[in-house]
């Protein structure tokens, strides 16, 4: 059974950090695209974030420059370290796999990102 555990989230500030991490489990983690998605409220989730099986990211324009990703094989776990956050961070984050991801399928439970003074 595919699983996703979501950590890291809270409240902080604009122009603070977070760090998010996402354990999984249930397949073969080292072999998939991983992705990470935010959904605001009253709008779509999105995918901000991919990383390939060795590593190699893409990240949506609106995170670039200032979110990094990256993953730890060895432990099943996707990171996102964020800085430089702004309100329309503000979300509910998600770690999927990408070819699930795109059908709209698998979802864990999210981690809640507040960014606000």
């Known amino acids: 059974q595919v699983q996703f555990v979501e950590s890291g989230g809270g409240l902080v500030q604009p122009g603070g950090s977070l760090r998010l991490s996402c354990a999984a489990s249930g397949f073969r983690f080292s072999i998939y695209n991983m992705g990470w998605y935010r959904q605001a409220p009253g709008k779509q989730r999105d995918l901000v974030a991919s990383?390939?099986?060795?590593?190699?990211?893409v990240y949506a324009d609106s995170v670039k420059g200032r979110f990094a990703a990256s993953r730890d094989n060895g432990k099943n776990t996707v990171y996102l370290q964020m800085s430089s956050l702004k309100p329309e961070d503000t979300a509910v984050y998600y770690c999927?796999?990408?070819?699930?991801?795109?059908?709209?399928?698998?979802w864990g439970q999210g981690t809640q990102v507040t960014v606000s003074s």
């Open positions: 999927n796999r990408v070819i699930d991801g795109s059908r709209g399928i698998g």
């Open positions: 990383l390939t099986p060795i590593g190699i990211t």
